[in-house]
């Protein structure tokens, strides 16, 4: 026996679920303390990606930009890679195709793969065939702190594939008594639908949190359709 598929409307059902599901003690995610940090205090926060430990952004020995959470509401990023359209020394391309987008860091290009490694907390995402970085385009972006983007070689702490650099994505990790809520929901003009959600739960010693993704969109609606060949109209127009 097979299971049926989760249709698109079964997903949102169960996101809106959560959410009146959710005691009435929730609460949304706290303002991003960074933006009342001095200067100082902000060079005092903790890394952990130049060296594979804590410590303070100022000790750190090489060139890193951090993306905090604030960053991400803020420049309405809705999908991860669009954090290299505001990144320096990124060069990103979208063809929506096959390989949805492709991105050179430090202007190293490749054919295939990335030089350059994307962790999640620290453990390797990057796909182990051809070690390209698409999957992070599926990850939720709610239940992130912050992003750490280290350039330059880190092959000695990280090993050869981060011959570029490294983006490590830094979930958040404290739970706070009670249950919060974290996320958003996005339709626009074609009927795309775009839904990220991190639902969070403590209660004394015992804790959960599940964070979620729903993106629904038709391709075709995006793109000029003539402008690649796997796309032509004829393809979808003539079954012959």
């Known amino acids: 026996m097979t299971g049926r598929p989760l249709r698109l409307p079964t997903l949102m059902a169960c996101f809106w679920l959560a959410i009146v599901c959710i005691p009435p003690f929730v609460t949304q995610a706290d303002d991003n303390i960074y933006s009342e940090l001095s200067l100082e205090a902000l060079m005092k926060i903790n890394v952990i990606s130049a060296s594979k430990k804590a410590e303070p952004r100022l000790s750190s020995p090489v060139n890193m930009v951090i993306i905090t959470r604030q960053d991400i509401r803020d420049r309405g990023y809705t999908e991860l890679s669009e954090i290299f359209d505001d990144l320096p020394g990124m060069d990103i391309s979208r063809s929506y195709g096959s390989s949805y987008f492709k991105n050179y860091m430090r202007g190293f290009r490749s054919y295939s793969g990335s030089y350059y490694l994307l962790l999640i907390d620290g453990i390797e995402f990057n796909n182990l065939y051809n070690h390209d970085e698409w999957i ?21 702490i990280y090993g050869v594939n981060a011959l570029m650099g490294v983006v490590n994505i830094i979930t958040e990790r404290q739970l706070k008594n009670g249950a919060r809520i974290n996320g958003y929901i996005n339709s626009g003009f074609q009927n795309d639908i775009n839904a990220d959600l991190t639902v969070a739960y403590r209660q004394k010693d015992f804790g959960i949190r599940i964070s979620g993704r729903v993106e629904h969109f038709e391709l075709r609606d995006r793109i000029d359709s003539e402008s690649y060949e796997w796309t032509r109209d004829r393809y979808y127009t003539s079954r012959e």
């Open 136 to 156: 992070m385009t599926a990850f939720p972006i709610s239940n992130i702190d912050h992003i750490e983007i280290v350039y330059g070689p880190s092959s000695s």
